[in-house]
């Protein structure tokens, strides 16, 4: 089905359109927040109450990978935005350009997401019989990619934090649990969103995005922004909160 | 066509320049924050640093502040309706009092096992 700029018969202009088809999606996105706001408040009552236990987990984060994650994603948001408006003013050769670079963006997070995921899962630090949050501590020799110094702060946090709350392991897993809950459900969209740009481009490559009639990357730009939105707060809730000081 | 093109605002590529560009010098000073030891204020200012940078995403990159109002107010009603929800649970959860009469958060000796079901 191919649909252009043609106007249909309950709007009375392409403005009117295109503004509907845009509240749409922010009505969408409106839940969205509401999703993701559950999530996040879920989170935060747990950190409230088990705070020890978060601050240990939120440490045993790597804040470089977060940190460029984040320099990607932010990138991302940018090279979208030039999309649309490389559709908006007719410039037809750059909007693939523009998505294909965002589409490579978007799988430089997942690269980076698979790398942090792929070190939790060596570090014993996935929910499961196997977590243990003093594994790297009882192990350095297996944890090569944490520097001494850092592993030496992070044992002394755990000593300490055990002395306030004896159940650091199992409440630990909680904030390992949240983190890979909320990370994951935003990889999730993620990966719709890069299904939705892949389309995009076959349909920029086609030529059909023109100055008249550009809603889809429009819309797929709202989704993609709403995306990092996300990730804007998942990083200091994450990752920033409780570092060592 | 023509009254079409008229009516529509499109940002320049400089201003989605200025905005990416300060949404990454905010994330240098999120992080470089995140080390100084500000006590509660850490959160405080983590979070303030995100929602200004949500914001700057919303109005430039997401063409908000060039919206027709009806869009305006449903990203308002949006950020209203999480507001109550956070507000009035959060309000909630840090007032309580749990069963053995000890004040949320537990700090002190507070183990699953302690949990009435075991």
């Known amino acids: 089905m ?35 706001g559950g999530i996040m408040l879920a989170y935060a009552i747990n950190r409230h109450t088990y705070f020890h236990a978060f601050a240990v987990g939120s440490n045993t984060l790597s804040i470089q990978l977060g940190t460029i994650n984040t320099g990607v994603l932010l990138a991302s948001s940018f090279t979208m935005a030039m999309a649309v408006w490389s559709a908006q003013t007719g410039k037809q050769k750059l909007i693939p350009m523009f998505l294909t670079l965002t589409i490579l ?35 350095p020799e297996k944890c090569e990619d944490i520097d001494a110094k850092d592993l030496n702060i992070e044992r002394n946090e755990i000593e300490e934090a055990m002395q306030a709350d004896p159940d650091l392991n199992a409440h630990a897993q909680l904030y390992y649990s949240a983190y890979f809950g909320m990370t994951g459900l935003h990889a999730l969209h993620m990966v719709i969103g890069a299904g939705l740009l892949i389309w995009l481009l076959r349909g920029s490559l086609a030529g059909r995005f023109t100055p008249e009639w550009n809603t889809p990357v429009d819309i797929v730009g709202l989704y993609w922004h709403f995306v990092d939105i ?9 990752y920033l909160i409780d570092r060592h000081k | ?90 309000s909630d959860y840090v007032s309580r009092i749990d069963y053995r009469g000890v004040r949320f958060p537990i700090s002190q000796n507070y183990s699953l096992s302690h949990s009435p079901r075991s």
């Open chain 1, 230 to 238: 996300v990730w804007i707060y998942l990083f200091p809730l994450l």
């Open chain 2, 1 to 90: 066509m023509s009254e079409h093109e008229h009516s529509e605002h499109i940002v320049p590529p400089g201003i989605y320049l200025a905005i990416i560009i300060t949404l990454m010098v905010l994330t240098t000073v999120t992080v470089a924050a995140a080390f100084v030891n500000l006590g509660r204020l850490n959160i405080v200012v983590a979070l303030t640093i995100a929602t200004v940078k949500a914001t700057l995403v919303v109005l430039f990159f997401m063409h908000a502040k060039y919206s027709p109002k009806r869009t305006k107010l449903v990203i308002m009603a949006g950020i209203f309706w999480l507001a109550i929800l956070l507000f009035m649970t959060l």
């Open chain 1, 105 to 139: 963006l978007g799988f430089i997070f997942f690269g980076v997401k698979y790398v942090e995921y792929a070190q939790k899962f060596h570090h014993h630090l996935v929910p499961g019989r196997n977590f243990d949050i003093t594994y790297c501590v009882n192990n």
């Open chain 1, 2 to 36: 191919h649909r252009t700029g043609a106007l249909y018969g309950q709007f009375n202009t392409l403005e009117q359109q295109k503004d509907t088809a845009s509240l749409g999606m922010w009505i969408f996105l409106v839940t969205e927040v509401m999703f993701f």
